[in-house]
């Protein structure tokens, strides 16, 4: 027959009395804490959650519209009105987040991405074709835009994929749609002075509509209020501008 041993182990933390004096003599190392189990915590229950504003801000877009037909809101008029207030909020971020750059389309897509955008968005139209200064110019003072008013939509499209045989000598042109309809065209880059900036464009755009929105002015800024800003912009601009002149004659 095989020959058997017995390992016989302490309970986990036990000690003898010979390895405690062992320790005090520093022939041992310190006597490893015994295991304590984390105490239980049930998970909280959803329905004794305080429902407060913060308890409003936590929910998507998807669980406030589900909250629609919740029995405690209805008996709540204050959070109820929040709700409708952060889900309104909600969408209308999610609206301006569609734009924000100038988005390239074709002429298949004319009709559905310019004629039939919705009624209170502004669209803006740039016809351009590679390999022309011009267009390229013009091109990066829209982008700037794009992202300054990124509820203004901003869409270029190659002349000729949109106007059969329209003529080089016309590029760049600028439409300007709204509500399906032609608002404003300008063709050529003079249109814009004779240094074309985002600020120039801006001015132009703006002379008789609120074209660029930035989604900050309850989504229907006046012109007056578009104007402003650019100007006030522009200002800025040419300040910085000046005082770098100034840094660098006063370096040499």
Not at 33 to 58: H, N, R, T, Y
Not at 232 to 246: N, P, W
Request: proline share 8%; hydrophobic share 30%.
């Amino acid at each position: 027959m095989g020959d058997y041993h017995f390992v016989y182990k302490d309970v986990e933390g036990a000690s003898t009395q010979w390895d405690d004096i062992q320790r005090k003599l520093g022939n041992l190392p310190p006597k490893a804490p015994a295991f304590k189990p984390p105490p239980f915590e049930p998970a909280p229950d959803q329905d004794s959650i305080p429902k407060d504003k913060s308890w409003v801000d936590q929910k998507t877009e998807e669980e406030l519209e589900e909250l629609e037909d919740d029995p405690d809101l209805d008996d709540d008029r204050f959070l109820e009105e929040y709700r409708k207030k952060r889900l309104a909020e909600m969408r209308e971020a999610a609206k301006l987040s569609r734009f924000g750059s100038v988005m390239p389309i074709s002429g298949s897509d004319f009709v559905r991405e310019v004629s039939q955008a919705p009624p209170d968005v502004w669209v803006v139209v740039i016809l351009y074709k590679e390999g022309f200064p011009e267009c390229g110019l013009l091109m990066q003072c829209l982008e700037e835009l794009a992202r300054k008013y990124p509820a203004t939509k901003f869409v270029k499209i190659i002349s000729t994929d949109c106007i059969p045989n329209y003529p080089d000598c016309n590029l760049p042109t600028l439409l300007v749609y709204n509500n399906g309809a032609v608002k404003a065209n300008y063709v050529g880059l003079h249109n814009f002075g004779r240094k074309c900036t985002p600020e120039g464009v801006a001015l132009v755009l703006c002379q008789s509509d609120p074209v660029l929105n930035d989604g900050q002015n309850g989504g229907d800024p006046s012109r007056k209020t578009v104007i402003d800003g650019v100007r006030r912009s522009f200002i800025e601009k040419v300040v910085a501008e000046h005082e770098d002149d100034d840094d660098g004659s006063s370096s040499d």
